[in-house]
């Protein structure tokens, strides 16, 4: 019996799939189609590591496992290369961006390939090809066109290291996402997209798709929607008001002080003529500093007063006018109603300024003082006509008051802002925007897109808040398209984000030369049906890609409003050595390359989705993969292994041939590899165990085939040999169809579980035979009879004897 060569196997099949064209897309009229994507990678320098691999290897066992079932499978690559990185790395390197770029994407794919992940390589798109980007411009001007994009002033994230202007989404604890350089602020004109305005349906639309709850919760809490009032308060002595938004007006009685943003266009205009150069120095102070920094938690708050007092739309007090950092500009109005006794924040400004704290909220009606703050809800007190209501009431009759006096309304409010997309940096999309002296801003008619990046080795950023592209005359200088005359070209090219919102539409009909992509196609594979990737990109991609759907599906591109129906977020791959995640830096990465040259790809694969669940964080170690090679070479011994036969079927061997097909079906629908993997390994145990058992031939050979089968997807080297070469047979095993289990020779047998409560007889229930020990205590706790007995009283313990008794014993 010949050893196992896992590099003769591997030299022999790889060509052999390619000439067959083993994973090309299915165009199979008569078959259903399913659409498997990766987030779309950016390609670095430093190649994959096995980390990479955790994301798509099971992601290939899952379209292998599809097409198995009879499905048309969408499963392709591309590249998101655009962006900071290549730029920085370029700089670095003394190397141009593009030339990188197609350095580490040859490199990428080199390496998937050498995974043997199943992609339809014929569909490979690049967001650096002007072919794509040409439609990333198309769709920008159609968000112009509807409203959607717009360009505006004001203070935003700058990264120092990077030299360019960050999203609110792209600044992490007041740190570059990419760099972790620390972030400041310069005040620019940048491109914005409009998000805010689908800010209720990006909500609403989360109870609609199969994402993990935790992905949804962070949306949720980025998107930020806040229902409440707004609340008007007249400024005396300016013939002005202030409006302030609060999510709590049942504590407007509470009112001692408003508090304005040190940049409100109020803020030097209304000061009184004795604090005026005071106030203008703080603001000038308090600008100075980053969001981050001035709404830090331990930081101390910093203020002035004006001078100046606004009016109570209710009481008609006077209530003194304060500049505070905590206040920003781009949040609400850029003006708070401080109510101390209620409010942190307001609290501890109050508390370090002397201001008065007044107590409106109480959580049984009565006084409770002022030394501490209650936040929560409770009755009104000291409110004058609303006293002892509840905080739900009272605030919905103050803000009815309100609304009668024309001095407020009932206002929802989010914490998410519009999406800046302008980048101060050379290697992205150019924004198709011309600008004119006389025509003002000037979409780039559609018949002249690409705008197509121009070709320059002048691409360092200069840290002047202008983009690389503005040096290069020749392309900046262009003819207005409306009036002819001298106008220049806009200079910031798009966030890399902008690409990758709308890829996957793309993969449906990758080689559209007048279309972004054929709508047909799109009907036909999309919405996504799992899309598989890191939780990292929660409040960036997932949300940009989600907005971008929605705004093509208005204006009538799509006919789905979620790109995503299921998502899948794996687990992070760690390094044994320092349980940190593998990084080049580190020196902690291992490649694909090293692992397969030493163990072969289908032990690679198989130990990557052996390691634990899917979606929880495992550590690489290279001893734990040994095992994973002595399971693959002794199932290539058992299946040229001839046994004892008989001339009778067995039973109990087919049986178990059935359970195994269950378990592994389960398993891969719901992600679940390692346990699938685990079933593969008991069921070959149970096969060895029993190679000297008088079982038919017939049933030998199918029970091998069906291992056979069921091992392919995550094995595909030695499942394709033993299926050819032992098997004999003359088509490959990844054209063969999925096994399928009868329903009752796959179900475990049924047995009588007594129920006992401190030791007496209560109930008996019937269960599978081997039913985990947690389910047992589940089916245990629902029983009537058991709840009747409990009857309220602590559980001390649970005792469980496996496929005999439970006993509860309460106090």
């Known amino acids: 019996m010949k050893p196992y060569n896992f590099t003769a196997v591997e030299q022999k099949w790889r060509p052999y799939w390619q000439k067959i064209n083993l994973y090309q897309t299915g165009s199979d009229p008569d078959k259903p189609n399913y659409a498997i994507l990766d987030f779309f990678p950016y390609p670095s320098g430093e190649g994959l590591s096995v980390g990479h691999c955790r994301n798509y290897v099971p992601t290939c066992i899952a379209t292998r496992f599809m097409r198995m079932n009879g499905y048309n499978v969408l499963h392709p690559m591309g590249w998101d290369a655009f962006g900071l990185p290549a730029e920085n790395y370029a700089i670095q390197h003394h190397i141009h961006p593009q030339e990188s770029t197609r350095i580490f994407t040859d490199t990428y794919r080199r390496q998937m390939q050498l995974v043997e992940l199943s992609y339809d390589w014929s569909r490979e798109i690049n967001s650096t090809d002007p072919d794509y980007y040409r439609w990333t411009q198309?769709?920008?001007?159609?968000?112009?066109?509807q409203g959607l994009a717009y360009r505006a002033p004001g203070r935003q994230w700058w990264?120092?290291?990077?030299?360019?202007?960050?999203?609110?989404?792209?600044?992490?604890?007041?740190?570059?996402?990419?760099?972790?350089?620390?972030?400041?602020?310069?005040?620019?004109?940048?491109?914005?997209?409009k998000i805010t305005a689908y800010a209720d349906r990006l909500l609403a639309d989360l109870d609609t798709v199969d994402w993990p709850e935790n992905i949804k919760t962070m949306q949720r809490n980025w998107i930020g929607r806040s229902e409440g009032a707004e609340v008007v308060f007249p400024v005396q002595a300016a013939n002005a008001a202030i409006t302030?938004?609060?999510?709590?007006?049942?504590?407007?009685?509470?009112?001692?002080?408003?508090?304005?943003?040190?940049?409100?266009?109020?803020?030097?205009?209304?000061?009184?003529?004795?604090?005026?150069t005071a106030v203008t120095a703080y603001v000038q102070q308090a600008t100075r500093q980053s969001e981050i920094e001035r709404t830090a938690v331990n930081r101390p708050k910093t203020g002035i007063f004006t001078g100046a007092y606004a009016r109570h739309p209710l009481t008609g007090a006077d209530i003194p006018i304060w500049l505070a950092d905590y206040v920003l500009a781009g949040v609400g109005?850029?003006?708070?109603?401080?109510?101390?006794?209620?409010?942190?924040?307001?609290?501890?400004?109050?508390?370090q300024y002397g201001l008065p704290i007044v107590e409106v909220i109480s959580p049984d009606g009565t006084e409770h003082g002022v030394e501490t703050c209650f936040s929560g809800s409770g009755v009104l007190i000291h409110s004058g006509e609303f006293n002892g209501l509840a905080s739900a009431e009272g605030a919905a009759r103050i803000t009815a008051v309100l609304q009668a006096r024309g001095m407020g309304q009932p206002q929802i409010r989010y914490k998410m802002r519009d999406w800046l997309i302008s980048r101060q940096r050379y290697w992205g999309a150019p924004i198709p925007i011309i600008h004119c002296p006389d025509c003002g801003i000037v979409p780039v008619p559609q018949a002249e897109l690409p705008v197509r990046l121009p070709e320059t080795d002048d691409f360092a950023p200069a840290g002047d808040g202008h983009s690389p592209l503005s040096r290069i005359e020749e392309w900046v200088n262009v003819p207005c398209p409306q009036c002819s005359q001298p106008a220049r070209r806009e200079t910031d090219t798009m966030d890399g984000f902008v690409c990758s919102s709308w890829y996957f539409l793309r993969f449906a009909s990758p080689h559209e030369a007048s279309r972004p992509f054929d709508p047909e196609a799109v009907r036909r594979w999309l919405?996504?049906?799992?899309?598989?990737?890191?939780?990292?990109?929660?409040?960036?991609?997932?949300?940009?890609?989600?907005?971008?759907?929605?705004?093509?599906?208005?204006?009538?591109?799509v006919p789905f409003q979620e790109p995503f129906s299921q998502l899948r977020n794996q687990g992070m791959l760690l390094s044994a050595e320092d349980g940190r995640r593998m990084s080049k830096s580190r020196g902690n990465v291992i490649t694909p390359d090293e692992v397969i040259a030493k163990y072969g790809v289908d032990a690679a694969r198989l130990y990557l989705v052996f390691l634990g669940p899917f979606d929880a964080d495992v550590l690489w170690n290279d001893r734990g993969i040994r095992g994973i090679t002595r399971f693959i070479e002794r199932y290539w011994r058992l299946a040229q292994r001839t046994p004892v036969q008989s001339a009778a079927a067995n039973p109990n061997f087919e049986q178990e041939r059935h359970k195994v097909i269950k378990r592994v079906t389960a398993d891969v629908?719901?992600?679940?590899?390692?346990?699938?993997?685990?079933?593969?390994?008991?069921?070959?145990?149970?096969?060895?165990a029993r190679r000297d058992t008088a079982v038919s031939g017939e049933q030998w050979r199918q029970a091998i085939e069906t291992f056979t089968l069921l091992l392919a997807p995550f094995a595909p080297f030695v499942t394709e040999e033993v299926w050819q070469t032992v098997?004999?047979?003359?088509?490959?095993?990844?054209?063969?169809?999925?096994?399928?289990?009868?329903?009752?020779?796959?179900?475990?047998?049924?047995?009588?579980?007594?129920?006992?409560?401190?030791?007496?007889?209560r109930d008996r229930i019937t269960a599978s035979s081997g039913l985990a020990e947690t389910a047992l205590q589940e089916m245990a706790l629902a029983s009537d009879a058991v709840n009747r007995y409990v009857n309220g009283r602590a559980i001390q313990k649970i005792v469980i004897i496996p496929d005999r008794l439970v006993n509860i014993v309460v106090s």
């Open 727 to 761: 098997l004999g047979y003359s088509d490959s095993v990844h054209r063969q169809s999925w096994p399928v289990y009868d329903a009752a020779l796959a179900a475990d047998a049924q047995i009588t579980i007594v129920i006992q409560v401190n030791g007496k007889l």
């Open 333 to 351: 109005s850029g003006a708070v109603m401080g109510v101390p006794a209620h409010d942190e924040r307001d609290f501890a400004f109050a508390r």
């Open 138 to 145: 198309y769709f920008f001007l159609l968000l112009h066109e």
């Open 244 to 276: 302030a938004f609060t999510t709590r007006p049942d504590t407007l009685f509470g009112v001692t002080f408003i508090a304005l943003a040190p940049e409100h266009p109020l803020a030097e205009q209304i000061a009184a003529p004795e604090q005026r």
């Open 527 to 557: 919405p996504v049906d799992t899309y598989v990737g890191g939780a990292e990109h929660a409040v960036m991609h997932l949300l940009y890609a989600r907005f971008f759907t929605k705004v093509l599906y208005d204006a009538g591109f």
């Open 669 to 688: 629908e719901r992600f679940r590899f390692n346990t699938a993997v685990a079933a593969l390994m008991e069921y070959l145990n149970y096969l060895t």
């Open 159 to 193: 990264c120092p290291e990077c030299q360019t202007i960050l999203a609110n989404e792209q600044v992490e604890h007041g740190r570059c996402w990419r760099c972790d350089t620390e972030v400041t602020t310069k005040y620019l004109e940048q491109w914005f997209f």
